[in-house]
């Protein structure tokens, strides 16, 4: 029996792993996909983080990169690789877990084909789960290609014709900027009202500022931490207002309905779009940890990544404790935190 099982190779993983390794724990990784880095490879070609090299190191090891250079995903990708090896971190890959239960005093965790058994485990599956798409998508024509971002590469995936993207997030605006380079005809769905910031202001990164500022260090119960969380997250390094001012993207407001080729929103109804873009978010799932109590937004109900079940711990949710934690350079800090506790459990 380990002494800790993580769920997940991802940023918050490993670096949980790297204080467990400190603390000489005997403890093993399990990840779903078939190698470290796999989340990022997946996603579209051109993606780049918003957040400089100075600000993406993982602890112990720093990100392998000049100040202020922003990483595409297989520099990402290539840097967990090599954190992985060079802290010898234990990774069982092809193993998803479907099920996860206390029984006494130790867990029980179920995958396709495995059962395993711990003391502890630290679920690090991030923020992206399950894919959303709005339920019109099953109303319109098989003839249209739909795909989710998630699955998204690069235009190539489309068939000729008008293309839609539909999403207001970072992920909608880099991908619309994309295929509109591609001169297409692109509808654009989702809210034009979009604050936007530059990723350099005065010759500092924009990261640079959030620090000085402290919009880093702002936690989640804190007045900045609260305006910040509530508040619609702006777009970083892209002029959204000549986006969608260029002349081959139309903004036609929220998607209403379906039917067949027509797809009707709040300022146009068209027929003549032959792709469309999901770039609509994810879901949380974490029904699979069994009696698992969840907040209203079906997170699990945790303080600093500590549960109400003794001995199971989260890392890399969104605003776990500030905007941070679940970001490649913020996650350490709440690693850090839980590693302490970990330690002073034990004492």
């Not at 990708?77 to 479907?98: G, H, M, T």
């Not at 005093?105 to 179920?110: A, N, Q």
């Not at 395993?116 to 998508?137: E, M, Q, R």
């Not at 993207?249 to 039917?259: E, S």
Request: proline letters at 4%; a positive charge; glycine letters at 8%.
């Amino acid at each position: 029996m380990k002494d800790f099982i993580i769920i997940g190779a991802g940023q918050s993983g490993l670096s949980i792993a790297y204080y467990l390794t400190q603390q000489k724990k005997d403890f093993v990784i399990l990840d779903a996909n078939e190698e470290v880095g796999a989340p990022w490879l997946k996603r579209w070609d051109s993606l780049k983080l918003f957040t400089p090299s100075e600000f993406n190191h993982l602890p112990g090891m720093s990100f392998p990169h000049k100040k202020g250079h922003y990483a595409n995903k297989y520099e990402v990708a290539d840097y967990l690789k090599s954190y992985v090896s060079k802290f010898k971190i234990p990774v069982n890959f092809n193993q998803k877990i479907i099920a996860l239960k206390k029984e006494g005093d130790h867990f029980i965790l179920k995958s396709k084909d495995q059962t395993f058994k711990t003391k502890n485990v630290v679920v690090s599956t991030g923020p992206f789960h399950t894919p959303y798409t709005p339920s019109c998508h099953e109303k319109i024509s098989g003839s249209v290609y739909q795909i989710h971002s998630e699955h998204y590469k690069n235009p190539n995936q489309l068939q000729k014709g008008d293309t839609l993207v539909v999403g207001a997030g970072d992920s909608g605006v880099q991908i619309l900027k994309e295929i509109s380079e591609t001169n297409r005809t692109v509808y654009f769905s989702g809210t034009t009202n979009i604050a936007t910031l530059p990723q350099e202001i005065l010759g500092k990164t924009l990261w640079w500022w959030f620090k000085k500022i402290g919009f880093l260090s702002a936690n989640k119960h804190s007045f900045i931490g609260k305006k910040i969380r509530t508040g619609r997250q702006p777009v970083i390094g892209t002029n959204v207002k000549k986006l969608l001012n260029k002349q081959n993207v139309v903004c036609v407001g929220r998607t209403l309905n379906a039917n067949e080729n027509e797809l009707v929103f709040e300022n146009k109804t068209t027929s003549s779009i032959k792709n469309i873009i999901w770039a609509t978010g994810f879901k949380p799932n974490f029904n699979w940890i069994e009696n698992e109590q969840l907040d209203s937004n079906n997170y699990p109900k945790n303080y600093r990544g500590v549960s109400n079940t003794k001995g199971l711990y989260y890392l890399g949710l969104p605003w776990l404790h500030t905007r941070g934690s679940a970001t490649l350079g913020g996650v350490k800090k709440d690693a850090k935190y839980l590693s302490n506790y970990i330690k002073k459990q034990a004492i």
